[in-house]
């Protein structure tokens, strides 16, 4: 898949996004001024923090599935909410930011799945994408990432399906998306 961003635009999303927490902390207002037509378009993105460095532990992950707004907007939403409003998680502190790695990504389209459930297990099991379950009144969304934790179909869908606050093989009933994520962090830009 063809990258949607260079690694200059990555690395200024990045920035973006640790600027925005960082303003928050202070309490002061975040100066940007996007001139990059890219940031200007609608993208539905996902903030995700870490903390640690090889045993990274998930300090807050907050996004939007649909384009609802430009994607800086997105972004700095996201990092905002990931770091102050995660309710599995306190409110960041000052001086967790500097150990903080935090990571972009950016949402292609969802897509619906029209197949049986065993063709959606055996898409899932072949090309890993991010999946959203949507039952009409709640849905519920993993990214590809969460793949690195649950790498069987099933117990995914179990976990997404619990995720929502429902039987784990609620999953049969929804309508099922998926979609493809480009990913990056700022781990090697703050070392």
């Known amino acids: ?58 300090r807050g992950c907050i996004g939007h599935i649909e384009p609802v707004e430009p994607l800086w907007e997105s972004v700095v939403h996201n990092a905002i909410a990931a770091a102050f409003y995660d309710p599995r998680f306190p409110p960041l502190r000052k001086e967790e930011l500097p150990e903080t790695t935090i990571e972009i990504s950016v949402l292609s389209p969802k897509k619906e799945f029209k197949g049986t459930d065993q063709e959606f297990i055996e898409y899932l099991a072949q090309h890993k994408p991010g999946v959203v379950l949507d039952w009409g009144f709640t849905r519920s969304v993993f990214l590809p990432q969460v793949w690195e934790e649950l790498p069987d179909p099933e117990q995914f869908l179990a976990h997404l399906s619990l995720k929502a606050g429902l039987h784990p093989l609620a999953w049969r009933e929804a309508k099922k998306y998926t979609f493809t994520v480009e990913e990056f962090d700022d781990a090697s830009l703050r070392h």
């Not at 990258?3 to 927490?21: C, H």
């Not at 378009?41 to 923090?49: D, H, M, Q, R, S």
Request: charged share 35%; glycine share 6%; net charge neutral.
């Open 1 to 58: 898949m063809e990258p949607m961003f260079s690694p200059d635009e990555r690395k200024e999303l990045l920035e973006l996004a640790r600027e925005a927490i960082k303003a928050r902390l202070e309490g002061r207002e975040l100066n940007y001024q996007p001139t990059n037509p890219k940031f200007l378009e609608p993208g539905a993105a996902f903030v995700t923090l870490y903390k640690g460095g090889q045993e990274r532990k998930l």
